[in-house]
């Protein structure tokens, strides 16, 4: 298998589990469809994943093996597997947002909450009424 039809398939994978979000749209910090998707997705992946406690948070942690180990980049000076190499962390929210209509999916089971807007598709879609 090539990187292109990797790629090809994490697509299809990325856009199902993208139309199942909107599918069942949950509001505010009790999520709990939405970290069972998430948690889904992130089965079988070499993560260190845990959950919230208080919410339906889940974090995943995902460590290279490679590089040199040092103090350089952690906010506690200490050194560490990750060393000075290059950190990035990336951050979603899942919630939905209450409406009386839906955005780009339909209301599921009569919901009133919608998915995938943002001030700006707002914004565009008002500008074209």
């Not at 993208?18 to 997705?41: N, S």
């Not at 000075?84 to 209509?101: F, G, I, K, Q």
């Amino acid at each position: 298998m090539t990187l292109l039809d990797d790629d090809h398939q994490l697509h299809d994978d990325l856009r199902a589990f993208r139309r199942a979000m909107h599918q069942e749209p949950e509001i505010g910090l009790d999520l709990p469809r939405t970290q069972e998707k998430v948690l889904a997705a992130l089965d079988g992946l070499a993560l260190e994943t845990s959950t919230g406690t208080r919410t339906t948070s889940v974090t995943s942690v995902l460590r290279g093996g490679a590089g040199r180990t040092g103090s350089a980049g952690r906010a506690d000076g200490a050194a560490g597997a990750a060393g000075d190499r290059p950190v990035v962390l990336l951050r979603a929210d899942l919630d939905a947002l209450p409406s009386r209509r839906g955005c780009w999916t339909p209301p599921v089971g009569g919901s009133t909450r919608r998915t995938g807007c943002t001030s700006s598709a707002r914004s565009s879609r008002s500008a074209r009424s």
